[in-house]
Antibody, heavy 120, light 105 residues
Framework: EVQLVESGGGLVQPGRSLKLSCAASGFTFSNYGMAWVRQTPTKGLEWVASISTGGGNTYYRDSVKGRFTISRDNAKNTQYLQMDSLRSEDTATYYC?????????????WGQGVMVTVSS | DTVLTQSPALAVSPGERVTISCKASESVSTRMHWYQQKPGQQPKLLIYKASNLASGVPARFSGSGSGTDFTLTIDPVEADDTATYFCQQSWNGPTFGAGTKLELK
């Protein structure tokens, strides 16, 4: 059974950093591109970042470029999202998701999500 | 960004056929996908590339369309289908629709 379990969320002040982790199991992690997608009640679902199978290619939405870094450790079956210079508009539930096909933006499995709140 | 427009809500009776529409602000070819999200849960992929059923999804769900107009059909609707349904395009930077909330009468 495919499982994606996020951790690392919480309350953080604007301008500070937070690192999310996503532990994967039930599939060959190194064979799949991975992503982070976030959701808020006001803006809905937004793709945040994606990473290729080996980690050599990364992609970001414009609003997080230069602030967020996606990475993965295939030996640990884990992907990460390092979030720096956080803003109030980054407040959201962050989902870890598996790409269905290479790095095409279709996600066939999602984690339960982790809440990130950016507030002073 | 490509904007996806969905009607906000629908109410149907169990056993009926329901169609949920999604209109793109520009052509996305057949790069349209559909997700189901139940309250408090993560999204679940139902249909990819307009008409392909995702693994494990019941055949009651189907998708159609190309260009700017797409449809998700559920036939027949069951009580467990109460959820919000999102369309998402992957032709021009991934974007999602705001979702259609399906309620059962």
């Amino acid at each position: 059974e495919v499982q994606l379990v996020e951790s690392g969320g919480g309350l953080v002040q604007p301008g500070r950093s937070l690192k999310l982790s996503c532990a994967a199991s039930g599939f060959t992690f190194s064979n799949y591109g991975m992503a982070w997608v976030r959701q808020t009640p006001t803006k809905g679902l937004e793709w945040v970042a994606s990473i290729s199978t080996g980690g050599g290619n990364t992609y970001y939405r414009d609003s997080v470029k230069g602030r967020f870094t996606i990475s993965r450790d295939n030996a640990k079956n884990t992907q990460y999202l390092q979030m720096d210079s956080l803003r109030s508009e980054d407040t959201a539930t962050y989902y870890c998701a598996r790409h269905l096909i290479t790095i095409a933006a279709i996600w066939d499995y999602w984690g339960q999500g982790v809440m990130v709140t950016v507030s002073s | 960004d490509t904007v996806l427009t969905q009607s906000p809500a629908l109410a149907v009776s169990p056993g009926e056929r329901v169609t949920i529409s999604c209109k793109a602000s520009e052509s996305v070819s057949t790069r349209m996908h559909w997700y189901q999200q139940k309250p408090g849960q993560q999204p679940k992929l139902l249909i990819y590339k307009a008409s392909n059923l995702a693994s494990g999804v019941p055949a009651r769900f189907s998708g159609s369309g190309s260009g700017t107009d797409f449809t998700l059909t559920i036939d027949p609707v069951e009580a467990d289908d109460t959820a919000t349904y999102f369309c998402q395009q992957s032709w021009n930077g991934p974007t999602f629709g705001a979702g259609t909330k399906l309620e059962l009468k």
